[in-house]
């Protein structure tokens, strides 16, 4: 029997060689991904890998990873009574492929494998701590990723006799998505005009997307039916573009609504009540202060009547001015805008008026 154990001894070597390397990290690609084939640490270790949730963190936000920007990553495996605890760690997008740049925050612990496109650990960094081993690293976010990214890692809780069998293998993974920024609608300039008055008003947005065949129109706040059409739009960048608007006569006094394609931004635009006003001295009236809190005057209004409207158009006061200068009490009004109107001698007047 003596004659067979140098052979058996030269058949031992690979299997020793083997589990050394395996203490000192991963030969990669067994992190159970997509792109890895969803091997794991069994194509070594006896049984089957167990899945398991919340094994890996990150500091990325609820809403979503924001490309470019530098993530910490921390796997946390436990296991009860384990003695040596590896892990492998990769990023995947939906198909498989590696994505963003994965940086070693703990050298000594853990070093780069596949290709430097995993983490895992060093013979240093596979000494637990009690039942339980962490891990952590950085992961600079990619652009242009289509749906959700995964972060995929598989454990081995050893049992420390230096063979494969015992050992306990566990898989675990987390999905992100990018955060993609709400586009809005922050201003229109000018913020009013008159009935009958042609205008061309600069509209703003942020992350928005204006492009040639954007659509922009008004619609009344009261009357969403009532509608103002741009007649040119004139699109400067993709947040900014111009549009022309003619208002009629006829057209509604008061809060209007401005659309650029699926955007709003309510209550945005005034179109103010002319009719009567020339040589009538309703145009001398004063409204101050503006905008008011607590009360505003009206000066030089005597004989006038004041009402003010909410943007809903419900009418919150109604009040009869005996007096030159006359004070209006709004104290029980909410932070807003709303709208003041004067009449006097079949002639009105409307103002808007920013309560804070």
Known sequence: MKKYYPFLLVLAIPVILILQANSSGSPGGKTGSIGDNGTTCTQCHNGSATTVANWITTNIPFQGYTAGQTYTITATGTHAGVVKFGFELTVEDSQGNKVGTLMLTEPARTKFTNSSQAVTHTAAGNVPIGNSNTWTMNWVAPSGVDGSIGIYAAFNAANG??????????????????????????????????????????????????????????????????IINSSNVNVISSTVLEAQFALQSTSSAGLWDVHVDDLLLENAFTVLLVSGIAGNNIDVVKVYPNPASQRFYLENADGSEVSVFNSKGEMLVMQKINSEKQEINISQFTSGMYLVRIRANETTRVEKLLVN
Do not use: H, W
């Open 161 to 226: 006799t230096g063979n494969t069998s015992g050992d306990v293998i566990y898989k675990s993974s987390r999905f992100i998505s990018e955060f993609i920024p709400t586009p809005l609608l922050t201003s229109i300039v000018p913020d009013e005009a008159a009935q009958g008055d042609t205008f061309t008003a600069t509209i703003t947005g942020t992350n928005t997307n204006f492009n040639a065949f954007s659509t922009v129109s008004l619609s009344f706040s009261e009357n969403p039916f009532e």
